[in-house]
């Protein structure tokens, strides 16, 4: 009850009634309310309401502003990058490797597709059983019905069958129509003839990169260009084709063409294994060559590897081949060489004779023949059938140590040869002040020691006895030929050096004919054919200097026909073992054997006597 003081306060009756009195005069109260005074509203601002407003949006706008700048200017670039990457997709089709031929077209490397067989027994027709499916593939893959059957029971999805499946296999299984089978195609490079040139060609690894042969040192040429093509993807990640350019997919199917020919090289391979069994020897090589231009018709080693096959730790040594990569020093079969050097700075006559003691002292050196026999007097075509050692440093002492030294680099020592297969070993020589400020340098290169240089090489120098005087390049690739054998890619080669007169290198052969015909190389005779021909014998040299004992590695050295000479055949076996073992009668049977085939093939008509 609220109570007022004053005579002039008044209440309004309008809102207020006189409540009844008690006995004691005051008011009956039956609920008893209490009143609290409300205070008044106040009219909201609109000016502040106005200001609050505008602030807002001036705050959004302004982080909006500030936003846009640095999605448009700061980080415009990476954004712009990352969204071209979310819209577009690069693909690299792949595209097969080129295909390698010999000389005669017939395929050597070759890019086959393979299969990869999986199972998805969830997939499975639900009216053909497991077992009748597991009986169907057993009976095209070989393989036991019930165990393929229990492999289908015990997974329902992704289980491995089988691998390497040629294409004839895939298609069998893809003849039978059947769900839940699986077949993932990709390419395997395949070696048509195994073994036969794998010295030459090389071999991919499973990334498909060449790693041994022209294979590796070829790449480029082997693998078909093709750019990366940027295509257009949808929101759900598909493919735009409308955004894929014309032919994109298209590919030239040129070859490689090697110089190699398949049959001479077989032949070769037999001669050379026959060979090396018969003598227990290490390893051999045989490598034919066309002087004219420097083309390898055939280069086998033995022993070597498949590529077709799963490589042992054995086959690692043989990646590199050592016809190219090895070095060693020529013997005897260097000699011919020495002579047309004396003969082209007209140190010698033709038919000059020395006098073979048997023995000569250099410097403290004591030289002897091989045999440890004398000759006598003898002139320069008996020096080389008898091989005589006495003869050759007598020749060569002829000529300054410095003039010799650069003839010998002429000739390419300290340099390669410059081969398009890979991993080739620069032949070496003595420093030239080493070289000719000692005797015995001079000396024992006359009779192919104290230098070392590959078989490769060997066969160039000789090449340029036969071609008239021209050392060339020794090359297994010919260029890239078109489907028909129209050449497209031509292998561009060195030009080729004049080293010898046509007159020095005749007289040479001539020479070199007489030893296949009356000295050390007759076991390379051939009826009715004019050969010229070295035999060598020579000491392997040890890694820390001086020579192996009882180690030595026997070669000889052809080129026919004499009337047009245009073809080098050499022939290695290294360490044969056995008390009688040189070039004479290990490798010059190989050479003959050799010489027989390619007169074969390349139909050379018999000599003109």
């Known amino acids: 009850m609220q109570k007022f003081s004053g005579k002039n306060s008044r209440i309004s009756r309008r809102n207020y009634k006189q409540a009844p009195l008690n006995g004691n005069n005051t008011p009956k109260v039956r609920n008893q309310r209490k009143f609290i005074a409300k205070s008044p509203k106040v009219a909201p601002n609109p000016k502040r309401r106005l200001f609050m407003v505008w602030g807002v949006l001036i705050a ?111 298609d069998q299984i893809s003849s039978l129509k059947l769900n839940g089978i699986d077949l993932r195609k990709k390419f395997n490079r395949y070696y048509p003839p195994d073994d036969l040139v794998a010295d030459i060609v090389g071999f991919v690894n499973s990334d498909r990169r060449g790693k041994a042969g022209i294979e590796y ?48 090289q077989r032949d070769s391979r037999l001669a050379l294994k026959e060979q090396i069994k018969k003598f227990k020897a290490k390893r051999g090589a045989v490598i034919v060559m066309d002087s004219w231009d420097g083309s390898i018709l055939a280069l086998a080693c033995s022993p070597t590897y498949n590529p077709n096959r799963k490589f042992t730790k054995e086959d690692y040594s043989l990646f590199r081949n050592w016809a190219v990569a090895d070095l060693y020093e020529p013997g005897s079969t260097f000699k011919p060489l020495n002579v047309a050097i004396a003969l082209e700075t007209g140190r010698i006559r033709p038919g000059e004779v020395f006098n073979d003691t048997g023995k000569i002292q250099v410097a403290d050196r004591e030289i002897q023949n091989a045999e440890k026999n004398a000759n006598g007097r003898i002139n320069v075509a008996q020096i080389l059938q008898t091989s005589s050692n006495i003869g050759m440093v007598k020749i060569i002492q002829r000529l300054q140590p410095s003039i010799y030294y650069g003839w010998l680099e002429r000739l390419g020592l300290r340099q390669k040869s410059e081969t398009d297969l890979p991993f080739e070993t620069t032949s070496r020589l003595k420093p030239q002040e080493e070289f000719i400020n000692s005797p015995i340098e001079p000396a024992a290169a006359s009779f192919g020691q104290g230098f070392s240089l590959t078989p490769l090489q060997l066969v160039q120098m000789h090449g340029a006895l036969a071609n008239g005087g021209r050392l060339v390049t020794p090359h297994v690739v010919k260029g890239l030929i078109d489907d028909k054998d129209q050449i497209h890619k031509e292998k561009n080669l060195p030009p080729s050096r004049q080293i010898f007169s046509p007159t020095t290198t005749q007289t040479v052969l001539r020479m070199m004919e007489s030893v296949v015909n009356k000295g050390s190389g007759e076991a390379a005779k051939i009826p009715g054919y004019r050969i010229a021909g070295k035999t060598g014998t020579a000491e392997k040299a040890g890694a820390s200097g001086g020579y192996i004992e009882g180690s030595k590695i026997t070669s000889f050295v052809s080129i026919l026909p004499v009337e047009t000479p245009r073809y080098v055949v050499l022939t290695l076996v290294d360490e044969p073992q056995g008390e009688h073992t040189y070039g004479s009668n290990v490798a010059a049977p190989i050479a003959k054997k050799v010489m027989e085939s390619l007169i074969s093939i390349e139909k050379i008509p018999p000599s003109n006597r």
């Open 217 to 264: 040192s070829q790449e480029k040429f082997l693998e078909r260009s093709m750019k990366t093509v940027r295509l257009s993807r949808a929101g759900n990640g598909a493919l735009m084709p409308d955004h894929a350019p014309d032919g994109f997919l298209n590919f030239d199917k040129l070859r490689m063409q090697l110089t190699i020919d398949s049959r001479l």
């Open 60 to 170: 959004a706008c302004l982080g909006l502003g500030i936003n846009l700048y640095r999605l448009q200017i700061v980080d415009g670039a990476k954004l712009t990058k990352k969204a071209r990457n979310q819209q577009m997709f690069s693909m690299r089709p792949f595209i097969p490797r080129r295909q390698i031929v010999d000389r005669n077209k017939r395929v050597v490397a070759i890019d086959l597709p393979i299969y990869t067989l999986y199972v998805h027994p969830k997939m499975f027709d639900k009216n053909k059983s497991a077992s009748s499916i597991a009986r169907k593939l057993a009976t095209i893959l070989n393989k036991d019905a019930d165990e393929l059957e229990a492999k289908f029971n015990k997974n329902k999805s992704g289980i491995f069958i089988s691998s390497n499946l040629q294409e004839e296999v895939a």
